[in-house]
């Protein structure tokens, strides 16, 4: 892992808790975790999740990039963030 | 219901449900619909008896609700989020015989159906599909085929009762002016605890179409591959949907050649995003539809009619009819507000065990054995009979399609620990319509705090209903008459 996926998995960790997990003080979140599974981000949370990750990031989410494979959890956040930049 | 059983006849290999990696034939889903039905009499399920459903979209959500209907029980499908009170609730108004969830869901269901008298609760399917006959008496169409509960302006949730007639009329009346054919391929990201979702299982099953289930709208993404991926050829959605849709990049270049139509009930698109929907899908119609549980649909405006009327909700489905009508039972002219009456086979036996509230929405009508539904909503027609949905004549709020009841909410605020007042109104936002909007006041002597209250409303409410947004004031503002001023909150929370 490189320091920069460290960073998008900090941030994101830290952004997820911030907008969504503090509705759920049961949860414990781990990186692999699935916030559909566990119901802490809902249709319209995903909206807002990417529109932070395009912004905070600078990387341009084309349509179908909208998956749980790209957004489903922290793991899943920061492993698209890292394509997207190292792809340009 | 014996539409799966038909379709299985007539091709048993087509796909009937396709749901993330499992795909189900007609020959399959009647198969296993058959075997809980039996499971469901070996549990001593009878004719006639109540079984609600608490699951996500799935291949298992249809098998209980085919195997429900066709153990001749009728079924209740509920929110999978839904929390333990209001399930309590619903198992007890209904006096559910049995409640099928999944395994994630168990504890809650399991709780809940202890509270409302110790109902059985099946969390395995799988567990219950036996081999066996067919039922000795199938349901005709007067029997019981479903109590769908839905939020009314005062109390506690309503279950609307609709028979096997009520069920197959409102779907054949759709089908038609769809013009939904066994070539369909639906795409279902609402729930099928909602009708709206709920119908396209039921209709696409008439027709022997294949409906590809997904749990929700979460991924958009997902959606557009599948579009494609599946050659979707209708896509029922709610503003909210066509809102994340059109702001996905890339959408207006995908060429999309199957799909051949879009509806939209639940709240009206604004025209600006009818438009916008036209450029993005030129080649697929779109259907503006109003209705409410209480008949399923009420009206749909043709959609060669979209550039005459953009903001009509159309005419009377197909089989049914519709007026305006003043508060003494006049019969309004065009351009004339009043209270919009729907007469049709598609209208419900009323509410389950409240013969008050039945009686507010089901008056008498032009037989003695008639009776036409008040929908409580606001209309007007135009000079050619096309409707035009006003208003409510309650405080309801719409949000992402789904009925917001404030006074449901405001019920758990006031008992959350700390708050002396509470207020909720719907607040207009970009992509739900409207969202919930709380004001609390404090108790002397304490100070709230919002994620708290958020919390305790997300430990009590469906997820739709947890207020977005919580402002706490010193005291509420008041009109003269000294009624919280709903309409101060309204705007000073845009």
């Keep these: 892992m490189t320091e920069v996926a460290d960073d998008v998995r900090q941030e994101m960790r830290a952004y997820i808790e911030e907008n969504f997990l503090y509705l759920h003080p049961g949860i414990e979140l781990r990186d692999a975790d699935q916030f559909l599974t566990l119901g802490i981000v809902d249709s319209l949370g995903f909206v807002e999740l990417v529109e932070e990750v395009q912004s905070r990031y600078g990387v341009t989410v084309e349509d179908v990039d909208i998956t749980e494979e790209n957004f489903g959890s922290i793991d899943a956040i920061t492993g698209y963030v890292e394509r997207k930049r190292s792809s340009g | ?494």
């Excluded at chain 2, 539409?3 to 020959?27: C, K």
């Excluded at chain 2, 054919?181 to 990201?189: A, I, P």
């Excluded at chain 2, 997904?214 to 050659?231: D, K, M, N, T, Y």
């Excluded at chain 2, 027609?381 to 909410?409: A, M, N, Q, W």
Aim: proline fraction near 6%.
């Design chain 2, 1 to 494: 219901m014996e539409d799966l059983r038909a379709a299985a006849a007539r091709d048993p290999e087509r796909d009937a449900i396709v749901a993330r990696e499992r795909r189900v034939t007609y020959g399959e889903l009647d198969r296993l619909a058959g075997g809980l039905a039996e499971g469901l009499r070996a549990a001593d399920v009878q004719r006639g008896d109540r079984v609600a459903v608490v699951l996500p979209n799935g291949v298992e959500a249809a098998v209980a609700i085919y195997g429900i209907l066709r153990a001749g029980a009728a079924f209740s499908p509920l929110n999978p989020t839904i929390k333990h009170e209001k399930l309590a609730h619903v198992l007890a108004d209904s006096g559910a015989a049995a409640v099928i969830c999944d395994v994630e869901r168990a504890g809650v269901v399991q709780d809940a159906a202890a509270d409302a008298g110790g109902v059985r609760v099946i969390a395995d399917i799988e567990g219950h599909i036996r081999e066996g006959a067919d039922p000795p008496t199938p349901p005709v169409s007067v029997d019981l085929a479903a109590v769908i509960y839905t939020s009314g302006s005062t109390g506690d949730p309503k279950g609307v009762t609709l028979t096997h007639g009520n069920m197959t009329f409102a779907a054949d009346s759709i089908v038609e002016y769809l013009q939904m054919e066994e070539s369909d391929r639906v795409l279902c990201v609402l729930p099928l605890s909602f009708d709206y979702g709920l119908y396209q299982l039921l209709m696409t099953v008439r027709v022997g179409g294949t409906l590809v289930l997904e749990h929700g709208f979460a991924f958009p993404g997902r959606v557009v591959q599948l579009l494609e991926s599946e050659g979707i050829t209708g896509l029922p959605g709610v503003p909210t949907v066509f809102h994340v849709l059109l702001s996905l990049r890339g959408l207006e270049n995908r060429a999309l050649p199957e799909l051949r139509y879009l509806s939209n009930t639940g709240q009206a698109l604004p025209a600006p995003t009818i438009g916008a929907i036209r450029r993005t899908f030129p080649n697929a119609r779109l259907y503006s539809m109003y209705g409410l549980t209480e008949c399923k649909r009420a009206a749909y405006l043709p959609p060669d009619q979209l550039d005459a009327r953009p903001t009509s909700v159309g005419l009377p489905i197909p089989g049914t009819e519709a007026w305006v009508e003043d508060e003494n039972g006049n019969v309004l002219g065009p351009g004339e507000v009043g209270e919009l009456m729907i007469r049709g086979a598609h209208v419900m036996q009323g509410y389950w065990n409240d013969p008050e509230a039945t009686a507010e929405r089901l008056r008498p009508g032009r037989w003695p054995w008639e009776r036409v539904l008040a929908t409580g909503d606001l209309f007007r027609t135009d000079d050619d009979g096309y409707l035009y949905f006003v208003g409510r004549r309650d405080d309801l709020i719409k949000s992402g399609g789904e009925k917001v009841v404030p006074r449901e909410i405001e019920d758990v605020l006031h008992a959350a620990p700390g708050v002396r007042e509470a207020a909720v109104v719907g607040i207009s936002d970009r992509l739900l319509g409207q969202a919930v909007h709380a004001h609390v006041s404090a108790k002397p002597g304490s100070t709230l705090d919002v994620a708290a209250v958020r919390i305790y409303c997300a430990e009590r409410l469906e997820d739709y209903k947890v207020p977005r947004q919580v402002t706490v004031h010193d005291e509420l503002p008041r009109t003269s008459n000294g009624k919280i001023d709903r309409s101060a909150l309204s705007g000073r929370s845009e």
